[in-house]
């Protein structure tokens, strides 16, 4: 009876929660950051849709994804190869994940409080008038570029951050037989996230509703660089104590 109630327990262990007690220390910080990585994601993608459909129309978001996005894409793909070949992969992260960081704040406390003042009204309309309105998409996305600037950024925090930062971190530091019991856990971190999505842009925006745009916009990105930032400590924890111990992989 015994001996086949361990078989029974072990059997429901591996499918619920196939892990060691030592895996833990690597395993919870990884849950962590790409849980963090996709709150960011889904905060940036609310944004980007909603301040390109309010500042120009949603037509232009084909033209977005499909000639600025994808070359923008390959081209941060490139520089990431060339900076990979010079700076080691700890620092690799920060650099990446900071910049992105800094952008968001530089859009959030100097670019969008101005949108009105550096937007090219001008040269839109003489644009307009030359080419016609077949280019008309194409010169919303140039007269709005400050909401298509953080349109690229959100698209790249997807493929860069997600796709290379922390997929990159994880099979670096993951074996096949942890990544067999793991990766499906990762993932199911990034679905929460977007499930808690929804209630955190609610959250804010319900609480500014009766204040000027400008300060859910703020409000909604600070609290994506705070999550950036939980996210670089996160990963100099687990780079500082956990995998620069010649044991972690070795059960306590």
């Known amino acids: 009876m015994t ?24 395993l919870l910080p990884l849950i962590l950051i790409k849980f963090l990585i996709s709150i960011n994601y889904g905060i940036l993608t609310c944004l980007k849709d909603t301040l390109v459909v309010t500042g120009s129309s949603a037509e232009t978001i084909p033209v977005l994804k499909g000639y600025i996005v994808l070359p923008t894409a390959l081209l941060a793909t490139l520089i990431y190869s060339k900076l990979s070949n010079i700076l080691n992969k700890r620092h690799l992260f920060y650099a990446v994940t900071s910049s992105f960081l800094l952008f968001i704040a530089i859009f959030a406390f100097v670019l969008y409080p101005n949108n009105e003042l550096l937007t090219p009204h001008k040269t839109a309309a003489w644009l307009l008038d030359y080419f016609g309105p077949n280019y008309a998409h194409w010169i919303a996305v140039y007269k709005n570029w400050i909401p298509s600037m953080l349109f690229v950024a959100a698209e790249l925090w997807g493929s860069v951050i997600i796709l290379l930062m922390f997929w990159g971190f994880a099979n670096d530091i993951t074996t096949v037989s942890e990544a067999k019991r793991s990766y499906n856990i990762y993932i199911a971190a990034g679905d929460l996230a977007a499930f808690s999505i929804g209630p955190i842009v609610i959250l804010f925006t319900r ?3 009766h204040l000027n745009f ?15 930032l939980l996210v670089i400590t996160t990963f100099w924890w687990i780079n500082k104590y956990i995998l620069s111990s010649k044991n972690f992989l070795n059960p306590e």
């Open 214 to 228: 400008l300060y859910t916009v703020q409000s909604l990105l600070s609290f994506a660089l705070f999550i950036g």
């Open 3 to 26: 001996s086949n109630s361990t078989v029974e327990f072990s059997k429901w262990r591996r499918r619920l929660w196939p892990f060691h007690k030592f895996e833990l220390r690597k």
């Open 207 to 209: 609480k500014l509703s």
